[in-house]
């Protein structure tokens, strides 16, 4: 078995969008989803794109991808890589595809000068947890997500 990581192309929109789908069933969040080709291919393929992507294949199938894109940190004054999406097909899981997703992701961030590489991931996963710390990443327990959606987000923009 020969796993290729690439950067994604405009003919991956549709197996991007049908991963961040079995991603969002995964998460118990699949009526979340709204995204739409159209939208993933501007994001992806505009310039500048919003985001990137990485395909992994193996034997040349599509079997996962990691959709990343920068952040900034005032701290260190440097940019940042943040990871928005990791998936791996459950049948392609435990055979190193996750993780070469992240070396991946990992050369990517010092290539471009990044000194971060940054996820976030759900409190209940731990199968995911224990990966990533086998891995060298450390969980930042004090810090919480904060997020201003719809009719919120329309009430803040508006004047609060």
Known sequence: MSTKIRFAERGDVTTILRFVRELAEYER??????ATEA??????FSAPPAAEAL?????GAPVGMALFFHNFS???GWRGLYLEDLYVTP???GAGVGKALLKRLARIATDRGCARFEWSVLTWN???IDFYRSLGAETLEEWRINRVTGEALEWLADGG
């Open 29 to 34: 969040a699949a009526d979340k989803v709204v």
């Open 39 to 44: 939208l993933l291919a501007d994001a992806l």
């Open 55 to 59: 395909i992994a294949e193996v034997d």
């Open 74 to 76: 005032t701290w260190t």
């Open 91 to 93: 049948a392609a899981r």
């Open 126 to 128: 731990t199968p995911a």
